[in-house]
C-alpha cells in the first residue's frame, strides 16, 4: 500500500471534492482523522519537524510514520517537508545511517 497521497486526483477534484479526498486518505492510510492531523500541525506551528521549513497549506505535509509498525495511528511520528520525508526513507529511517551522513557532511 502507497503512502503517497494521489496528486493526479486532487488537481480532478473540486474544493469539496478534495477535502473528502484528503479525510479518506488520513483514514485510510493513517488511521488519523483532520483533527489529528491538525494537532500535528499546531505542536509543529505548521512546519517540518526536521528543517523547520514552514508548510504553504496542508498539501505540503508528508505524514512520517514508522513503517516497522505500518499504518497505524500510533505509528505516525510527525509532519515532514517532502525533501525531509524523502531523505528519511532513502536513509532506510536508521538513526545510524543518517549519523554517518551528518559525519560525512562535516
Same mark, same amino acid.
Given at each position: 500500500?502507497?503512502?503517497?497521497?494521489?496528486?493526479?486526483?486532487?488537481?480532478?477534484?473540486?474544493?469539496?471534492?478534495?477535502?473528502?479526498?484528503?479525510?479518506?486518505?488520513?483514514?485510510?492510510?493513517? !488511521?488519523?482523522?483532520?483533527?489529528?492531523?491538525? *494537532?500535528? &500541525?499546531?505542536?509543529?506551528?505548521?512546519? #517540518?519537524?526536521? /528543517?523547520?521549513?514552514?508548510?504553504?497549506?496542508?498539501?505540503?505535509?508528508?505524514? !512520517?510514520?514508522?513503517?516497522?509498525?505500518?499504518? *497505524?495511528? &500510533?505509528?505516525?511520528?510527525?509532519?515532514? #517537508?517532502?525533501? /525531509?520525508?524523502?531523505?528519511?526513507?532513502?536513509?532506510?529511517?536508521?538513526?545510524?545511517?543518517?549519523?554517518?551522513?551528518?559525519?560525512?557532511?562535516?
Amino acid at each position: 500500500q502507497t503512502c503517497a497521497l494521489p496528486i493526479w486526483l486532487l488537481h480532478q477534484a473540486s474544493a469539496k471534492g478534495k477535502a473528502s479526498i484528503r479525510r479518506a486518505w488520513l483514514r485510510n492510510v493513517y !488511521d488519523i482523522t483532520p483533527a489529528d492531523f491538525r *494537532n500535528f &500541525w499546531d505542536a509543529q506551528m505548521g512546519a #517540518c519537524a526536521v /528543517c523547520d521549513k514552514p508548510f504553504t497549506d496542508d498539501g505540503d505535509a508528508d505524514v !512520517d510514520h514508522d513503517h516497522r509498525y505500518g499504518n *497505524n495511528w &500510533w505509528a505516525v511520528r510527525g509532519l515532514l #517537508c517532502g525533501n /525531509c520525508n524523502r531523505a528519511s526513507g532513502l536513509l532506510r529511517d536508521d538513526p545510524a545511517i543518517a549519523a554517518g551522513l551528518v559525519v560525512y557532511l562535516t
